[in-house]
């Protein structure tokens, strides 16, 4: 069954540093987005993606934030310097159409700025 | 705005009891509504989504919830609780049009008694 997949797992990194989190959807899947989940808070949504352009984000997505789909295949999520409080775990999901349709998440990455 | 809210961050039921999930959501139109799980390091798994139609909507693993629009609610169960349930689970609601982003409840820990 096709999966979204996320890597790495778990990225530590120091403040101020910049990560890039990468994500491959689902082969046809034409939406993409990113959400995060705070430990012990809510999922977030940050950010959607569709036809190579950014289709909607949220007020977490500030200049800080950037995504891009550099090839065929990956979407990328780059934090150019983090935060402390951007310590999180990273949720890619991607999405044949919008619509009603469901959104399928990978397993995550869990960010941890020291 | 729309918002998600589930009432219980942790829910305890033993093997073989009626699992009951509280969400309630606050939208000025109707929105199509989701159940997530997600399991111990793991992603987001959909297990059922109301958009319109049948009020009642069955989900994998035994899972169903009914969405009522005279109380906002969108409330899930199963009827007899397996230790296999026990597992973070997530309501969250969408916009019919214009956002395909989700809003997330707090989610509630499912927990079943031997």
């Known amino acids: 069954e096709p999966e979204v997949t996320q890597t790495p797992s778990h990225q530590v990194t120091q403040m101020g540093q910049e990560v890039i989190l990468r994500c491959v959807p689902i082969?046809?899947?034409?939406?993409f987005y990113w959400y995060r989940q705070i430990l012990g808070q809510k999922v977030e949504f940050l950010v959607s993606?569709?036809?190579?352009?950014?289709?909607?984000k949220s007020e977490i997505f500030d200049d800080q934030f950037s995504v891009e789909r550099p090839d065929g295949s990956n979407f990328t999520l780059k934090i150019r310097s983090t935060k402390l409080e951007d310590s999180a775990m990273y949720f890619c999901?991607?999405?044949?159409?919008?619509?009603?349709?469901?959104?399928?998440f990978g397993p995550g990455t869990r960010l941890t700025v020291l | 705005a729309q918002s998600v809210t589930q009432l219980g961050s942790h829910v305890s039921v033993s093997e073989g009891a009626l699992v009951l999930l509280r969400c309630n959501y606050s939208?000025?139109?109707?929105?199509?509504l989701f159940w997530y799980v997600q399991y111990p390091n793991q992603g987001l798994q959909l297990l059922l989504k109301?958009?319109?139609?049948?009020?009642l909507v069955k989900g994998i693993n035994g899972f169903e919830a009914e969405f009522k629009k005279s109380e906002t609610s969108f409330h899930l169960t199963k009827p007899s609780a397996h230790m296999s349930d026990a597992a973070e689970y997530f309501c969250?609601?969408?916009?019919?049009?214009?956002?395909?982003?989700?809003?997330f409840g707090k989610g509630t820990k499912l927990s079943v008694i031997p």
């Open positions: 999901a991607s999405s044949e159409v919008g619509g009603g349709n469901e959104q399928f």
């Open positions: 082969s046809n899947h034409l939406y």
């Open positions: 993606f569709y036809n190579n352009e950014i289709s909607e």
């Open positions: 939208s000025s139109v109707p929105p199509y």
């Open positions: 109301y958009t319109s139609a049948a009020t």
């Open positions: 969250a609601v969408r916009r019919r049009a214009g956002s395909y982003q989700l809003t």
